[in-house]
């Protein structure tokens, strides 16, 4: 479906100075002038970064104002709404936006989940449950009034059911699968899914993991390169020591809690917390936050280095041809600290258009 030309993201709603629903919007109009290809809107209910904005609301705005730009979640929380009610939204979206929609789409986080009194499951169990999801969502998107589909799951079921709402994509919206790496999770993006988009890794454990999914998509009978390979890196480019360090230290704040299997394989052991830390199971409070500012100091400077991309424009380049030579085909670009302006204009006038000429 996408095979090997080079895509390239940006990443709006994390953080300020991208956060409401209309610096959303804005940031996106930019993007697709400045040649980015897809513009990626997190789906949070909360967030440590302060989340703030519905991203299919904004999508849809966005797809009113844009023509080219590829729109993305990064990602949607499949337990917070029934697959039909979210399959007939992108259906929606697909059209509106003329076939310019991808479902991303996880296993979730506790913030999101519990503190909202919707139930959460074991990690397993999420999993079989997401890929029914899956199977119910495409199932009802083949679905008339002429043809209904029923499906009996151990989740979730239909009798009859349809959704008249029909979709520009043939056969299908694409599905994104966001995972940090969990062997299930592999599994299933080699089996079903038509993408992969982990966060907080090296180009190393990169490579690895996507040869994983590629195998297990030889073994399924589907052609491994089919599979968008997508990858966040967070850029700060800039020959500041000053705003480096700040952006360094922010970094390791995110890698401490979303990051433990590549702190684990680095051999970097976190001091005990009081609470939980980890970002899918952790639930946020203002003793959290200092409990993560704890962590971060045990992050070395050097796994920051080798998960996001900061330094000059040549060293920003060097990182993004890394992961790109480790298999990525879809940079996701999150440019939010450091000078975020800096970072847009040297993206737009010098990365961008180099990569596009050497990989496109």
């Not at 913030?111 to 009194?117: A, C, D, H, R």
């Not at 495409?138 to 029923?150: A, F, K, Y």
């Amino acid at each position: 479906m996408y095979g090997k030309k080079l895509r390239i993201g940006l990443v709006v709603g994390s953080e300020p100075p991208i956060q409401t629903a209309t610096e959303c919007a804005t940031a996106a109009v930019r993007a697709e002038k400045d040649g980015f290809d897809s513009v990626w809107i997190p789906d949070h209910l909360c967030d440590i970064d302060g989340t703030i904005a519905d991203p299919w609301t904004t999508l849809s705005y966005i797809a009113a104002k844009t023509e080219k730009v590829h729109l993305y979640t990064a990602v949607t929380d499949f337990q917070k709404i029934h697959p039909a009610k979210l399959a007939q939204m992108i259906a929606t979206l697909d059209e509106l936006s003329d076939g310019r929609i991808t479902l991303g789409i996880g296993a979730g986080e506790v913030m999101n989940t519990v503190p909202y009194g919707i139930e959460w499951d074991e990690p397993s169990v999420r999993v079989r449950k997401l890929e029914e999801y899956i199977q119910v969502m495409r199932l009802l998107w083949r679905s008339g009034v002429e043809n209904p589909v029923s499906f009996e799951g151990n989740y979730y079921s239909l009798s009859n059911a349809w959704i008249d709402q029909k979709v520009v994509q043939k056969p299908y919206p694409s599905i994104c699968i966001g995972a940090f790496g969990s062997k299930m999770m592999l599994d299933l993006i080699g089996r079903v899914g038509d993408g992969w988009f982990p966060i907080g890794t090296t180009s190393a454990i990169y490579k690895e993991k996507l040869s994983m999914i590629h195998r297990i998509a030889r073994r399924a009978k589907r052609d491994p390169e089919s599979i968008e390979a997508a990858s966040l890196v967070f850029v700060v480019v800039t020959s500041d020591p000053g705003v480096i360090a700040k952006s360094i230290n922010t970094l390791k704040a995110y890698i401490a809690t979303s990051s433990r299997g590549l702190l684990k394989a680095e051999g970097v052991r976190l001091p005990a917390t009081r609470m939980e830390t980890n970002y899918q199971r952790m639930t946020l409070s203002r003793d959290l936050l200092n409990e993560i500012s704890k962590l971060a100091e045990a992050v070395p400077t050097s796994i920051v280095k080798k998960v996001s991309a900061t330094g000059s424009v040549d060293e920003v380049i060097t990182f993004l041809e890394d992961r790109i030579n480790a298999g990525a085909t879809h940079l996701v670009i999150n440019p939010s600290q450091g000078i975020f302006e800096q970072n847009l204009k040297i993206l737009k006038e010098k990365i961008i258009p180099y990569l596009k000429d050497k990989y496109t």
